[in-house]
Structure formats: C-alpha cells, structure tokens
C-alpha cells in the first residue's frame, strides 16, 4: 500500500543513520530503487522523498534518488525498442521532476545525485539536476577494468562539467570472481584518473544474505550468491581498500590532477593496465603500477619522469596489499628529468609516491 507513509518502518533507520553520522560517516540514501516508479507512481515517490529530507535533512548526507533508476522490472520488460524508448523519455523526466522536489524541500543543500544503469546523468533528461555522477561499469572481473576506465574518462569529459565516481563496479567475490587484486586495480586507477571517490561493494552484503538464509535467486530465476554477510564483510579486498584510502588521505587526494606523462610506460585508451599518474606539481605524485607492469620495474625501465630540476623528493614503495611501507629515500631526476624505480621486493602492484 503507498497510498500513505508509514512512519514507524523507518524507526531503526532512524538509529542506523545518527549512528553513522556519530561516526564521522556522511551517509548515502538511496530512497528506493528505480523499477518503484512503475509499482507506486511519482505522486507516491515525492511523498516518500519529503518523509526522507524531513527525517534526515539536517545530517550531512548524500541523496540519491534512486538506484538504477531507468530500469524495469526484471519481469516488465518493453515489448519493442519504440516501448524501450518511451519507458525512458518517461522516467528521465519522472525522476528530473522527483530531484526538483528533493531539492526544494531541502533546506540544508545536501548533494543530490542517481545510482544509474551505467551513467548516471543519462538517468533524467535534465543533467543539471545532479550534482555529482555515479557510475555502474561492470561486473565482469578482468574484462571490466578498462572499461571502467572508459566509462570515467567518458564521464569527466562531458557537460556538463560534474564530480563523478564509480558506484558499482566488480563487487568482490560476485560471479566467483573479481577478488582482491581487482579492487586495488579499480580503487588506484579509478582514483588516480580523476574520480571524486570510489564505492567498494562485496557479494552476499548487498543481497543481505545469511549463512542460514541466502537471499536465493533474483526475479530472473538465477541468485547471484549464496554468501552470508557474517563472511561478506571479511573478504580480503575491503582492508585492502581501507588501507588504500588511509595512505591516499596523507595527501590533499582532492587537490590531484591526473598526470599520466609522469610514468613510462603509462595507460592508455589502447591499454588500461599499464601505469597511472596524479598529484599536485612540485608537491606530491603518486603512481600505481598494476601487477601486469611488475616486469618493466624489475627491469630498470619503469622511470617516473618531468622530475623538476633541482627538487627532491622522498619516495615511498607502498605495497596496496598489505600496508607495509618501503622508504625508496631522497629521488631526483637525472639530466632528462627521469628517476628508474629500482627493482621490487615482490612480484605484484605496488603504489609509489613522491613527497616533497
């Protein structure tokens, strides 16, 4: 029945939600997912969105209008491409008018964005509603990490001109693939190419599965999982990513700018598994090198380059795997500005970065 608010189903969320802002943690509300446009209608959706902003406006949090917003229903798919088409002309200015709404009823200015199907200005027919992009790129393990590159690089390059972060990408362990060493690759290179934030995600959390009661199959008739949270939450990538964010937060991280000319040999649209670059000129650089560019380190030709004349920095081998730290010592550039990462300890990714 969404013919009216039933308060008292947001009692513990209530707890949930001053429970994280208690912990320095600005939440992200998702006020429900795209496909209930079609089951309780927009009227229904705004009445929800103003419950929401008067619950938790005065928080410091994130709204999202929903998640995947322009999706149907697993069981409600259009008849032709001429249904498809007008499903989405019919959503996108739904969900433009829905973000309209939650921004007139919030009084504090919170940031509105939409979890999309893939971008997320493409969920409304009025970008300029957002204020910042998420990003759905994939959840296909290997195969997926350039095209999460892709699809940043795409974004950052559009107008209009937004903050933009990957939102869901290769939850670990989903599909029985996409482990740990996936989540570095995505959270340095995401990072360093420009992205204002990254989502970590495991399988078995998002499904809220127990290990006595799994969620089991999806509408389509297949579960994506059967991993109860209990175990969910200790799989190896979501330290390594916490390790990640504490060493990248040394750094004023907002302040970089991408500089994939600082590294050789360094990624490109025809390969994303080679080097990345970002920092502040004359301050920091930090460089991921990925598993796959172990080799060019181990054979003297990884140099990192432009090194200013005159200015030293102090070099940090960062292993993303398990925190521990290499002090490289005082680096400078030789007569062509280039500095050669001297060979690694271990074959794997490692971060580098420069300091000054």
């Excluded at 006020?31 to 309780?40: H, P, S, V, Y």
């Excluded at 200005?121 to 994939?138: A, F, I, N, S, Y």
């Amino acid at each position: 029945d969404f013919s009216q608010i039933n308060p008292a189903y947001f009692d513990m969320a209530d707890l949930r939600v001053a429970h994280m802002v208690q912990s320095g943690i600005a939440p992200c509300i998702v006020g429900e997912w795209g496909f209930f446009l079609g089951f309780a209608g927009q009227s229904a959706l705004e009445r929800h969105w103003r419950n929401l902003v008067a619950r938790w406006g005065a928080y410091p949090v994130v709204w999202c209008a929903a998640g995947e917003a322009t999706m149907n229903y697993y069981l409600n798919r259009p008849k032709d491409e001429a249904d498809a088409r007008q499903r989405l002309a019919k959503a996108q200015a739904a969900w433009s008018e829905i973000i309209r709404g939650i921004r007139a009823a919030d009084a504090f200015g919170n940031p509105i964005t939409i979890h999309p199907t893939q971008y997320g200005r493409e969920q409304v027919d009025d970008p300029k509603v957002l204020d910042l992009e998420m990003l759905q790129t994939g959840h296909s393990g290997y195969t997926t990490l350039s095209a999460n590159i892709n699809s940043l690089s795409n974004a950052l390059s559009r107008d209009p001109v937004m903050p933009v972060f990957v939102s869901e990408v290769n939850y670990e362990g989903i599909i029985e693939s996409s482990r740990e060493e996936i989540q570095r690759f995505l959270f340095w290179s995401s990072m360093l190419t420009g992205a204002c934030g990254h989502t970590y995600g495991a399988n078995g959390i998002w499904q809220v599965n127990t290990r006595a009661k799994p969620y089991g199959p999806s509408p389509h008739g297949t579960a994506w999982g059967d991993l109860g949270w209990e175990d969910a939450y200790q799989l190896p990538g979501s330290g390594q990513l916490g390790l990640a964010k504490r060493f990248l937060e040394r750094f004023p991280w907002w302040q970089f700018e991408t500089h994939l000319e600082w590294v050789e040999p360094h990624q490109t649209p025809e390969n994303r598994l080679a080097c990345y670059a970002a920092g502040i000129p004359g301050q920091v650089r930090v460089i991921f090198v990925p598993a796959d560019q172990i080799w060019a380190a181990w054979s003297g030709k990884l140099a990192i380059k432009g090194l200013e004349p005159g200015v030293s920095y102090r070099a940090t081998l960062f292993n993303p795997k398990t925190g521990k730290e290499q002090d490289l010592g005082s680096v400078s550039g030789d007569e062509n500005g280039d500095w050669f990462v001297p060979k690694p300890p271990i074959f794997q990714d490692y971060v580098i970065a420069l300091a000054r």
